[in-house]
Every structure is written in structure tokens, then in C-alpha cells.
């Protein structure tokens, strides 16, 4: 009785600081469209609220944190723990030179405000779905671009409800890696781009977009790259060169159009998602002994 007595009260006061949910179908928030239950799902109405939520979790707890979903294979099985929707944490601040945007602002919407601001940097991110905070953790990039290259800063709230800032240079970021500590909740960060005139940011944002979409399969659920590029290689010149564009499992299937994408077709789950994973990560490994590393993230509990 006691234990149900403590669930009720810690969840009861978590749900006046924002939106909680019980077995939250995690397909629902996630740019794959696939992923079973949350065990719990919350969405702190700012940063205020979760900060005041992370001390009534209990301790056993398991926190992850999401922004849009778009770095992410859930399992059909679901996951079991609390996952942090930031998508709330949206505010974002100009000052000169210098950008504070909040975890959940989305990455397309800094690199748009940014050049109306006359501010170039970060133009790559305007391809590059996802939020700040997600950005950050994976040190998110493209077109031989990262978010390292103008970060100063993050703020980030740990496990024990303290709230630290940390320079880019403490968090040791390299290609699609940042070393944050363990349990630490991005909630803010801190950037530093260089004036430029508008007009010429917005053609180049243009520019990018246009090549993204004649390039990628926007127009079925993605996750974006699934494999990181090896040291000098590229993991879509590898998957294509294995034959394997186009090759499905289930309802997934690596894009004929970009073969670095796994689409949902419509009906694919989880595991046929995984299985197409393991396949061509098998298949490489074959023809050319090099092994693939994962840039999606795969949580929850699997077969």
C-alpha cells in the first residue's frame, strides 16, 4: 500500500508541472512512426517545471530525454522509463552576435530566425530535423558543418536537480559525438555566429534545402542518416555499392533514393526496422570488412 500511496503522490505532483501520460505510444513521437509504450511521458510546461519535476522522480527511475524523435528507433515492446518530451522549452534570445535558444527550439527555426537576424553559422541547420537539445547530444551536422563549430555553451540539468553551465570545450564534441555526463538533460544552449547580410543567408538556406529534397526521401517516415559516415568513406556509397538500395524487410526499406535512409513505408515496425540494420550493417562488413556504426539510437527493450 505504501508503494502505491508514494506512485501517487510523486505522479499526481508531476502532472500539475506539465502533461503526463501512462504507456504513451512512443510511434506517436517519433519522425519513424514506429516505437511501442512509454512506461511514462511528460511534457514540463518550461524549464522551471522540469526542474522542479527531476526531484520527485524516484530514483529508479530511467529518464530520456526527447525532442522531436528524429534520431530515434523505439522497440515495439516500448521503453521503460520516463521520457522527457522538451518541446516546450522553445524560447530563444538575440543578443548581437550571440544566440541562447532553449532545448526545444527546433533546429530549422534557429537557422530561419538567424537570417532574419543577419547572422550566418548555422545555415546547415535548417536541413537538420530535430530540436537544439538532440542537436547538441549528437553534435548533429551537415554538409561538412556541426553544431561544435559556433556552440560556446550549454546549461544542462542533472539528475540530482542542479542546473550547471558547460563550455563546448568541456564536452569534448567530435563527429556526431558529445560527451555529456550521465543523466545530465540539456536544457539550453549558447551560440556564436557571424553578421552577414540576409538575402545571401536565406539563397544559401535555399540552396541546401533544394539539394536535400532532390536527395533524400522527405516523403515517407525517416529518421534521418541511419549509419555515421566511416573515416573516409561514405556509409550510403557502401550500402549502394552492396546492393542494397532498395531492399526490404517487412514494411521498411533502405531508400532507392538515398541509401543511408530506412523509410516506413506505411506498416513497419520497430524490429523490421532493426532487422534491416543488422542486415546491411551484416552485408558491409562482407564486402568491404568495414563496420558500420548506428547514428540512429535505439532504446527500449528488444527480442
Known sequence: MSALIAHTSW?????ELGLLREHELMARHTTLAVGGPARWFFRPTDAASLIAAISLLPSELTIMPLGRGSNLLVADR???AVVVDLSDLNHIRFDACHVLAGAGVRMSRLARLAAE???TGCEFLATVPGDIGGGVAMNAGAYAQQISDTLLSVELLQRSGTVTKVT????????RCTHLPVDAIVLSASFKFEPGHPDEIRERIRSMRHRRSATQPL???NCGSVFKNPKGEHAARLLEAAGLKGFSIGGASISAQHANFIVNEGEASSGDIAALITQAKKVVKEKFNIELETEVRMLGEWL
Open 168 to 175: 563546448v570545450d568541456e564536452l569534448m564534441m567530435a563527429y
Open 117 to 119: 537576424h543577419g547572422l
Open 11 to 15: 505522479s499526481q505532483r508531476l502532472a
Open 219 to 221: 516523403a515517407l517516415p
Open 78 to 80: 516500448g521503453i521503460d
